[in-house]
Nanobody, 121 residues
């Protein structure tokens, strides 16, 4: 099994920055894709960014390109989401998720963290 714990959320003014962290534990060798998702009240959950831990290849949703950066500290089993130039529409609960398969789209993530709230106002 795999456990994911997010941290780093909070409140920030428009234009500000936050860095989210996702610490993985358990059978992390089975993970081939770690993603960040977000869900705002009344909206569907959407994928934001993903990374292949084995090689570092990254993937971004259009809404994140140019402002968000996903990275990892491989030895620490931790994935980060650096968010810059934050906008009120970035307000959401942000979730870390992982899957055993390769990063192909925003589906089939079987492991989820509890989420961390990001508020931009």
């Amino acid at each position: 099994d795999v456990q994911l714990v997010e941290s780093g959320g909070g409140s920030v003014q428009p234009g500000g920055s936050l860095r989210l962290s996702c610490a993985a534990s358990g059978y992390t060798a089975s993970i081939n894709c770690v993603g960040w998702f977000r869900q705002a009240p009344g909206k569907e959950r959407e994928g934001v960014a993903a990374i292949w831990p084995g090689g570092g290849t990254t993937y971004y949703a259009d809404s994140a390109k140019g402002r968000f950066t996903i990275s990892q500290a491989y030895a620490k089993n931790t994935v980060y989401l650096q968010m810059n130039s934050l906008k009120p529409e970035d307000t959401a609960m942000y979730y870390c998720a992982a899957r055993g398969g390769a990063c192909r789209g925003w589906v089939d993530f079987g492991y989820w963290g509890q989420g961390t709230q990001v508020t931009v106002s």
